[in-house]
């Protein structure tokens, strides 16, 4: 268990929609990352935050925006959605913000768009 | 451009034989770099890093990977492969300059 937990763990819905996903990190870590993971595309890099202030931008649709609340946990708000979204998004956190410390991921929200 | 490629989708190794997984990558600057693993159905678990120092790092679940500066690599290597080493592994690299990217992984398996 690497102690970052990401709800829901499927979630089903329709193009056109507006989806949240959640992530609560590590105690103690203030960095949160998201990622798309998808079979053609391998592991994208979306979006870092670093105790509440975005601190990175990867390959995030204009679509997709994400926030990290006080209390660390952050949230992934995925609209318009697109059959190309589904997806395995995955929640990731570290100690600290830098590019060299090692992430901690969950278990991963799997995302089918029909 | 910031680059890492992987470039076996699949290895295949008999337990109890050596393996290694490739990684070469491209960077500006001072590479950091790291080795996941993925099991079915599970999110990635860090194995391994290398950010400055001896060249030879070593992990978790007796992995190892090996930095050449002059060939760009960190290939991923164990002695003696074990059927529960079978599992996605993923290359990852990072500068001072920019930020993490995955490799697209490479899938081991490892015949009994």
């Known amino acids: 268990d690497s102690g970052v937990t990401q709800t829901p763990k499927h979630l089903i819905t329709a193009t056109g929609q507006r989806v949240t996903l959640r992530c609560s990190p590590r105690?103690?870590?203030?960095?949160v990352y998201w990622y798309q993971q998808s079979l053609d595309q391998g592991l994208q890099f979306l979006i870092q935050?670093?105790?509440?202030?975005?601190?990175a931008k990867g390959n995030i649709l204009e679509r997709f925006s994400a926030q990290q609340f006080p209390d660390l946990h952050s949230e992934l708000n995925l609209s318009s959605l697109e059959l190309g979204d589904s997806a395995l998004y995955f929640c990731?956190?570290?100690?600290?913000?830098?590019?060299?410390?090692?992430?901690?991921f969950g278990q991963g929200t799997r995302l089918t768009v029909v | 451009a910031q680059s890492v490629a992987q470039p076996e989708d699949q290895v295949n190794v008999a337990e109890g034989n050596p393996l290694t997984v490739k990684c070469t990558y491209s960077?500006?600057?001072?590479?950091?770099l790291f080795w996941y693993v993925q099991y079915p159905n599970r999110g990635l678990q860090f194995l391994l890093k290398y950010i400055t120092g001896d060249n030879l790092v070593k992990g978790s679940y007796g992995f190892e990977a090996e930095f050449n500066k002059s060939q760009t690599s960190f290939h991923l290597k164990k002695p003696s492969a074990l059927v529960s080493d079978s599992a996605l592994y993923f290359c990852?690299?990072?500068?001072?300059?920019?930020?993490?990217?995955f490799g697209s992984g490479t899938r081991l398996s490892i015949r009994p």
């Open positions: 935050y670093y105790n509440g202030e975005e601190r």
């Open positions: 105690s103690g870590d203030l960095s």
């Open positions: 960077v500006s600057g001072n590479p950091y």
């Open positions: 990852a690299v990072s500068s001072s300059a920019s930020k993490i990217i």
């Open positions: 990731a956190s570290s100690e600290v913000g830098q590019i060299y410390t090692e992430a901690f």
